[in-house]
T-cell receptor, first 114, second 115 residues
């Protein structure tokens, strides 16, 4: 068990560019979550996958954001036409299928939009 | 809707003294409650959880937390703090009725343990 991994760890981009982040969950975990964390705040829920199905999206996830989890394994989060307000830490978490399990978090991808 | 309040932005404690980090919550149903710790430029690390049963739960690194339903609280405690406990602590809640299991996190409490 190598834990949840995320790539890249840091991304600096210019406003208006597109960026894509990758998350590899713990192998037997069928639930995958994306959160966004800004300075001084706790993580905020963005979206959730059970296997390959995206089952819930937060209002925070504007139409510039899209997430996929093909084949129920790794997941990608894409942000199109980035804005300075998108600068944040993007966290991925995974968990087992039953409802009382804790979520295991990756190290995060820190996005800076200049 | 669910929410979490961590009333203290920062807690300062001397090494060896007891540490308490406060958390209160609001959910429409019954809660699952969690504590996580975050070190600089790192993801969140799970400490402990309350699901059901004994109100006092024990977790990693000597931490424990007490679930108090009447006060809707889930305070994190450690009898004797270490300098290495200095970090950012998050309380999280999820409603048992939420099938998707998403967490609502508090804003976090910075713990500073001085030698």
């Amino acid at each position: 068990d190598t834990g949840v991994s995320q790539d890249p760890r840091h991304k600096i981009t210019k406003r208006g560019q597109n960026v894509t982040f990758r998350c590899d969950p713990i192998s037997e975990h069928n639930r995958l979550y994306w959160y966004r964390q800004t300075l001084g705040q706790g993580p905020e829920f963005l979206t959730y996958f059970q296997n390959e199905a995206q089952l819930e999206k937060s209002r925070l996830l504007s139409d510039r954001f899209s997430a996929e989890r093909p084949k129920g394994s790794f997941s990608t989060l894409e942000i199109q036409r980035t804005e300075q307000g998108d600068s944040a830490m993007y966290l991925c978490a995974s968990s087992l299928g039953t409802s009382d399990y804790e979520q295991y978090f990756g190290p995060g991808t820190r996005l800076t939009v200049t | 809707a669910q929410s979490v309040a961590q009333p203290e932005d920062q807690v300062n404690v001397a090494e060896g003294n007891p540490l308490t980090v406060k958390c209160t919550y609001s959910v429409s149903g019954n809660p699952y409650l969690f504590w996580y710790v975050q070190y600089p430029n790192r993801g969140l690390q799970f400490l402990l959880k309350y699901i059901t049963g004994d109100n006092l739960v024990k977790g990693s690194y000597g931490f424990e937390a007490e679930f108090n339903k009447s006060q809707t609280s889930f305070h994190l405690k450690k009898p004797s703090a270490l300098v290495s406990d200095s970090a950012l602590y998050f309380c999280a809640v999820r409603d048992r009725g939420d099938s998707w299991g998403k967490f609502q996190f508090g804003a976090g409490t910075q713990v500073v343990v001085t030698p």
